[in-house]
C-alpha cells in the first residue's frame, strides 16, 4: 500500500472507531493491529455497536459471517479489521481515481 492510500485509509478508519488520539500508523500492519484491539474491545463490551459500524462502514455481511465463524483461520477481530481495511482501501482508491464533476445550477441551494 502506498503512503498516500496508508493515510487516507487510516484516517477513513480512525475516525469511525474513536482512534483519533492515537499515532497515525507507519504500516498497514500498524493500522491491522490497532483496528484489532479496537475491534476485539467492541467485540466484547458493544457488539451491536459495532456491527452497526460495520453496516455504515459497507462491509458486506456475507464477507462476516465466514471471519465470524469459530472454525475461521485467524481470530474475529483481526478478520473484521481485515474486512474494514479491505474495504477503507477501496473507497480511497475510489476517491482518489473518480472525480465527480463540479455540481450546477446549484443557487438557492447554499444551506
Avoid at 497515525?24 to 455497536?49: D, F, K, T
Avoid at 456491527?51 to 464477507?63: G, P
Avoid at 472454525?71 to 465527480?100: C, F, H, M, S
Wanted: aromatic share 6%.
Amino acid at each position: 500500500m502506498t503512503d498516500d492510500i496508508l493515510q487516507q485509509t487510516s484516517d477513513l478508519v480512525r475516525g469511525p472507531f474513536e482512534l483519533e488520539n492515537t499515532p497515525p500508523p507507519a504500516s498497514e500492519a500498524e493500522l491491522l493491529q490497532l483496528v484489532a484491539e479496537r475491534i476485539a474491545e467492541l467485540l466484547e463490551n458493544q457488539p451491536e455497536y459495532l456491527m452497526s459500524l460495520l453496516y455504515r462502514l459497507d462491509v458486506l455481511e456475507v464477507k462476516i459471517h465466514p471471519v465470524m465463524r469459530p472454525d475461521a483461520p485467524e481470530p474475529a477481530n483481526y478478520g473484521l479489521a481485515r474486512l474494514v481495511i479491505e474495504r477503507q482501501k477501496q473507497r480511497a482508491e475510489t476517491k482518489r481515481t473518480i472525480k465527480p464533476p463540479p455540481l450546477k445550477d446549484m443557487e438557492g441551494w447554499e444551506w
